[in-house]
């Protein structure tokens, strides 16, 4: 039998482990980064991708760098160059549309299973005092800078709380392969808007929307809870056109401008490819 002194491999085993997930570690932090040098505008649509520069600017090895341009490209931010390389991928309008109206069909398909199967009463507490903490900060007539900070970070809460009533993993992944696309997730229009008159009122109709989804899970209307999913998604589409309007136009606020510079990566209807 041999042992591990007799098999001098054997013992190189938890270094080849220790290297590979070191491999691993740095190219999602490489994938990280890379993300938000594109969404922050750094890297703007349409930009070849240097490799060199990148992995002079974030400070790694090509390894990391390489692994982390092709999960990017599997994401959706980058598509490959037929003559080898990488570009920052813009997006049409019509793009847009269809992964936030995808995502109200699976939100809304959540909504129903969570109203059919039942919901655990853990979680419907839980979304009771997550939308009781929405409405305090939504309770000002005027909202500052860290009122939509709490409402960004509670909506992405309820909504994750949402996907877990319906407790399917299978409908669960899916919505994840959607909201990842860049201004697909629940709030990605709700900064741009912040300095928008009608800002509020959006946010408020967003919330009712909420508490009827709620409610319609609790009584175990599922055709109910799916249709209301549905609508809350028009109300991104709607805040969709009047950012691309507002940017174009320079109505977008300086703040709203530079929280959402990644607005430029989306072409509008009949721009030139």
């Known amino acids: 039998m041999n042992t591990i002194a007799d098999n001098p491999r054997s013992t190189k085993l938890p270094e080849h482990s220790t290297s590979d997930t070191a491999q691993a570690s740095a190219a999602v932090r490489a994938q990280l980064q890379l993300r938000e040098l594109i969404l922050s505008g750094e890297l703007q649509g349409g930009a070849r991708i240097a490799e060199l520069a990148i992995v002079e600017k974030l400070g790694m090895s090509r390894t990391p760098i390489r692994a ?3 999960r990017l490209e599997q994401e959706g931010l980058l598509q490959a160059l037929a003559n080898g390389g990488y570009a920052v991928k813009t997006f049409s309008e019509s793009d847009i549309a269809d992964a936030i109206e995808l995502r109200g069909t699976l939100e809304g ?3 129903r299973r969570a109203a059919e199967r039942g919901a ?3 979680v419907l507490l839980e979304a009771r005092q997550c939308l ?3 409405d305090d900060a939504l309770a000002p007539s005027m909202l500052n800078d860290e009122a939509f900070s709490s409402y960004v970070d509670l909506n992405q809460q ?3 709380l949402l996907c877990e009533m ?3 993993p299978v409908i669960a992944r899916q919505l994840e392969r959607v909201v990842i696309l860049p201004f697909a997730s629940p709030s990605a229009f709700v900064v741009a808007q912040a300095n928008s008159p009608q800002s509020r009122d959006m946010l408020v109709v967003a919330q009712d929307q909420h508490r ?3 409610d319609a899970i609790e009584r175990g209307e599922g055709s109910r809870a799916e249709a209301i999913m549905r ?3 028009r109300l991104a589409q709607r805040n969709l056109r009047s950012s691309l309007t507002g940017d174009l136009a320079g109505q977008v606020g300086s703040e709203g401008a530079d929280s959402l510079r990644a607005i430029r990566l989306i072409r509008r209807r009949g721009a030139a490819r």
Do not use: C, G
Request: glycine fraction near 0%; aromatic fraction near 4%; proline fraction near 0%.
């Open 68 to 70: 982390a341009l092709m």
């Open 109 to 111: 398909l959540l909504a």
């Open 120 to 122: 655990a009463a853990a």
């Open 132 to 134: 009781k903490q929405i």
């Open 158 to 160: 309820f909504h994750a």
């Open 166 to 168: 319906a407790d399917s």
């Open 212 to 214: 009827q989804v709620l």
């Open 231 to 233: 609508e809350h998604s």
